[in-house]
C-alpha cells in the first residue's frame, strides 16, 4: 500500500464496520481502481492489507491504490446491485467489466387485438399482449418468425398497413399469411392459429402436434382431403422445427454459461433456451484484469448481465461462480421466483455446457489470432518503415468528389485491435476550387490537426496519406505549420494501371519503398487505405445525394417557398425558368428585377 498522508489504513481498519458493503479502492488521482463488495465489510477488506499471501493481481491493485472507501448496506443482495451500478460508472482497471449496453429483441403477440399480430420487438415491454425471449440477436427472431408464418400464417404486417387492405397481398399469395385483412378467415379460425402460435412460442409443440394429428384423422373421417393435407403438412413442419430447435429433454427456460479465460482475455458464452427451445448463442469478451480467473469472470458476468436482463429459471455454468450463493438469491428476489445457478450437471446437460465451453474456447482464440495478426503486421511494418517503435495509432486520409462535386475527406483510426470506429471523421470540403484535391487534402489536415493540437484526440504515431509526392507534400506543411512532432508521414501511391499489390510508399526525405505483394505490412496499410477509401466515398456519396436533391432556386437569397412556388406555377419547371430572361422573370409576383437578375446569374453564371 502506498504511504498517503491523507489516509491511515491502521486507523481506518480498527473503525471499520462488519456489516455488508461495498469498498471502492482510489488512486492518488481520486480514480476508482477496484470496486468489491463484502458480506463483512472489516474482514474483506483487511485481507488487502495482509504482508504476505496476495495473488499478483491484488499486489499490483494495492501498489497504486493510496485511499479505500466503503458505503454501508443493509443486505448483501443491496451491496451487490451498488458495486454493479458502480461499476458501470467508474469502470475501474481492476474489475472484470461487460460491455453490453444493447437491448434483446423478443417476439411480440398483440394478443389483445381482434387479430393479433406477431412482430420483432426491442425495448420497454409496456404495450398489451404476451413477449418471448429474449433473442440472441434479430436474426434468431426472424428464424423464428419466418417458421411462424409458414406453419401458422398468422399475419405479421403492420397495423396500419392491414387496415387499409381492400385485397390480400402477396403473403396471402405466396401462402404466408392467412388473409384476416379482407375476411379471408374467421375470427374465430384466426384465433387458433395464434393460439397454437403461442403454444409453439412457449415450447409445447407435442400438444399442437397432438392436436393437429386428431383433425387430421376428422378431415379425413368427413372427406375433407384437403383440410386434411393441410394438417398433414403443419405436423410436418413442426416436427422439422422440432429436430432443429429442441433441446432433448428440457421443456422449461435456461441459460448455459460458459467462460473460458487465455492469454489475458476473457469470453462468455450463452446459449438461450426457452421453452426447451434452442434460441441461439451469443458470446461476450468482458474486459478483464491481469490474473483474473474463470470463477471470478462468471460472478462478474452474471451480476452485470442479469441486473440489466430479466433472468431464466435456471442458469448452468461450467464452473461455480465466485459468491454464486449470493448472486442466487439476488436474482431470485429481483425475479420474483426462484432462480438456480448449478455447476456439476450430467448426461444431456452436461453436453450443453460442454459445447458452451467449445464454443467460448473457438470464439477466444479466433479474437487472440485476429489481434496477433494485427501485431504481426505492426511489427513488419515497423521494419519495413524504419520507424523507432511499433506504432500503436494509425490515421488514414483519403478524399472522394465527383468532378469536384460534394468533396468529402475522410479520416479513418486503427490501433493495435484494428479499426477504432468511434474515432472515425469525416469533413464536408468547402471554399475550394473544384477537383482540387490538394486544397481538400490542406483543409481537412487543417481542420483535424488544429483540434488535436488543442486537446481534443490523441495524435497518431503514423499518418497515411492516399496519394503520392504531391499529397505527401501538403500534409507535410500542414504539420510544420500546425508545429504537429513524432508523427511519421507517409504516402500510399497507387502502382502501375492502379494495380493493388503494387503500391508505392513515399516517405519525406527517403526514396520511395517498394514492399512485395505478399508483404504483411503491406496489407495493413492496403486494409487501412481501403477503409479510409470506403467511409470518404459513402460520405461523398450522401452529400452528392443531399445537394442534388435540392433546388437551385434554394440557394438564391431573397428566393423563400413562396416566391418559388411563384416561379414554378408560371413557368411549370426549373428547365424553363433557367431558359427564362431578366425581363420574363421580373415579371413574376414578387420578383423585381434585381432578384430576376440574381435568379438569371445563379442558372447562367454572373455575366457582370
Known amino acids: 500500500m502506498s504511504e498517503h498522508e491523507t489516509f491511515d489504513a491502521r486507523a481506518f481498519l480498527r473503525t471499520l464496520t462488519s456489516s455488508p458493503g461495498v469498498y471502492r479502492m482510489l488512486d492518488a488521482e481520486g480514480r476508482v481502481l477496484y470496486v468489491g463488495k463484502a458480506r463483512n465489510l472489516k474482514r474483506r477488506v483487511s485481507s488487502y492489507f495482509r504482508k504476505t499471501s496476495l495473488p499478483p493481481k491484488t499486489r499490483a491493485l494495492m501498489s497504486q491504490a493510496v485511499r479505500v472507501e466503503v458505503t454501508v448496506t443493509h443486505t448483501e443482495s443491496e451491496a451487490l446491485i451498488l458495486e454493479h ?68 400464417r398468422v399475419r405479421q404486417c403492420e397495423d396500419s398497413f392491414f387496415r387499409n387492405r381492400s385485397r390480400p397481398c402477396l403473403q396471402y399469395q405466396i401462402d404466408r399469411c392467412s388473409g384476416p385483412c379482407v375476411g379471408m378467415i374467421s375470427e374465430q379460425d384466426y384465433a387458433e392459429d395464434v393460439r397454437h402460435t403461442i403454444l409453439f412460442l412457449e415450447g409445447r409443440n407435442s400438444e399442437i402436434v397432438d392436436e393437429l394429428a386428431r383433425r387430421m384423422d376428422a378431415a379425413a373421417e368427413r372427406l375433407d382431403y384437403e383440410r386434411a393435407a393441410l394438417y398433414r403438412d403443419q405436423i410436418a413442419s413442426l416436427r422439422r422445427v422440432q429436430e432443429r430447435q429442441y433441446v432433448s429433454g428440457e421443456k422449461g427456460d435456461l441459460d448455459i454459461v460458459a467462460a473460458v479465460v487465455q492469454g489475458g482475455q476473457a469470453c462468455v458464452q450463452v446459449f438461450f433456451i426457452r421453452g426447451g427451445r434452442n434460441l441461439g448463442n451469443k458470446h461476450f469478451f468482458p474486459r478483464v484484469p491481469e490474473g483474473a480467473e474463470t470463477g471470478e469472470v462468471l460472478a462478474a458476468f452474471l451480476g452485470q448481465y442479469y441486473l440489466e436482463h430479466e433472468p431464466p429459471q435456471e442458469i448452468l455454468l461450467n464452473e461455480l461462480a465466485d459468491d454464486a450463493e449470493m448472486i442466487a438469491a439476488l436474482l431470485t428476489e429481483r425475479a420474483g421466483r426462484k432462480v438456480s445457478l448449478r455447476a456439476r450437471v450430467r448426461g444431456e446437460r452436461a453436453r450443453w455446457v460442454a459445447l458452451a465451453v467449445r464454443n467460448a474456447r473457438h470464439a477466444l482464440e479466433a479474437r487472440l489470432a485476429s489481434r496477433a495478426g494485427i501485431h504481426q503486421r505492426l511489427e513488419q511494418l515497423t521494419a519495413a518503415l524504419s520507424l523507432d ?136 496499410i492496403q486494409q487501412v487505405r481501403d477503409e479510409a477509401h470506403r467511409f470518404a466515398i459513402t460520405g461523398h456519396r450522401q452529400q452528392r445525394g443531399r445537394k442534388r436533391s435540392r433546388s437551385p432556386l434554394e440557394a438564391i437569397p431573397g428566393v ?49
Not at 130 to 136: K, N
Not at 400 to 407: F, Q
Open 389 to 524: 517503435e511499433t506504432p500503436e495509432r494509425i490515421e488514414c486520409f483519403d478524399i472522394s468528389h465527383t468532378r469536384g462535386e460534394a468533396t468529402v475527406a475522410s479520416c479513418v483510426v486503427f490501433n493495435a485491435e484494428g479499426p477504432l470506429k468511434s474515432d472515425y471523421r469525416r469533413f464536408n470540403i468547402r471554399d475550394i476550387t473544384p477537383g482540387d484535391d490538394y486544397g481538400a487534402m490542406r483543409q481537412a489536415l487543417t481542420r483535424r490537426y488544429t483540434r488535436l493540437q488543442k486537446g481534443e484526440g490523441k495524435l497518431p504515431d503514423l499518418l497515411l496519406i492516399d496519394g503520392g509526392k504531391g499529397q505527401v507534400s501538403v500534409a507535410r506543411e500542414v504539420l510544420e505549420e500546425l508545429g504537429v512532432e513524432g508523427v511519421t508521414l507517409v504516402g500510399v501511391a497507387k502502382g502501375p494501371e492502379r494495380r493493388p499489390g503494387w503500391e508505392l510508399l513515399h516517405v519525406p526525405g527517403r526514396p520511395p519503398v517498394d514492399l512485395p505483394p505478399d508483404s504483411p505490412a503491406l496489407h495493413l
Open 560 to 608: 423563400g417557398p413562396k416566391r418559388r412556388q411563384a416561379l414554378l406555377r408560371q413557368f411549370g419547371g426549373l428547365r424553363e425558368i433557367a431558359r427564362a430572361g431578366v425581363e420574363d422573370l421580373s415579371r413574376v409576383n414578387g420578383i423585381n428585377r434585381a432578384l430576376a437578375q440574381q435568379i438569371y446569374d445563379a442558372f447562367h453564371g454572373d455575366k457582370s
Open 85 to 152: 451500478t458502480l461499476i458501470k460508472e467508474h469502470q475501474p482497471r481492476y474489475n472484470v467489466l461487460l460491455r453490453d449496453d444493447k437491448s434483446y429483441p423478443y417476439i411480440h403477440v398483440s394478443t389483445d387485438q381482434p387479430y393479433p399480430r406477431i412482430s420483432l420487438h426491442r425495448g420497454a415491454r409496456r404495450g398489451k399482449g404476451r413477449y418471448f425471449g429474449p433473442y440472441p440477436n434479430a436474426l434468431a427472431v426472424r428464424d423464428s418468425l419466418n417458421i411462424l408464418q409458414k406453419v401458422f
